[in-house]
């Protein structure tokens, strides 16, 4: 059921898209009527008609948004995302690990002063 709700949501997201590409702008930009030649809706008929359907498109939408948010919370309420796929949740650490000591972290030395196992200059 979710699937189908999620499927029929980006169905409404790309009309959505399609028909305010449609739409004139105060400019005159992607419209209808920019081409000139009386058709067969005018231009005042058309911005209204795509302006219902934008309306109706938005409407549907904001319902499957709704619908969708309420499903997921449904779903958290059930468990973990780690429940649900099989895995075991990390145990959490009590103590914190002892961190190594500033004297650790150095590179060994020798006598020799090689202390990288790097060839002398003199050799």
């Known amino acids: 059921m ?3 709700i999620l499927i029929v949501h980006l ?3 790309l009309c959505l898209i399609g028909v305010v590409l449609l739409q004139r702008s105060e400019g005159g930009g992607l419209g209808l009527g ?10 005042r ?3 209204t008609a795509l302006g219902k359907v934008t309306w ?8 499957t948004s709704i619908t969708l948010t309420i499903i997921a919370a449904q779903n958290a309420a059930s468990g973990s995302v780690l429940d649900r796929i099989g895995g075991d949740a ?4 009590a103590t914190t690990p002892e ?3 500033g004297e650790s972290l150095l590179p060994p030395v020798s006598g020799d002063g ?6 002398r200059a003199d050799e």
């Open 2 to 4: 979710e699937n189908v």
């Open 34 to 43: 920019g081409g000139g030649g009386g058709g067969l809706v005018s231009a």
């Open 99 to 101: 961190l190594p000591s």
């Open 11 to 13: 169905i409404l997201a």
């Open 90 to 93: 990390p145990a959490s650490q």
């Open 114 to 119: 090689g202390g990288l196992g790097l060839p």
């Open 45 to 47: 008929g058309a911005a």
């Open 56 to 63: 109706a498109f938005a409407i549907a939408f904001i319902c």
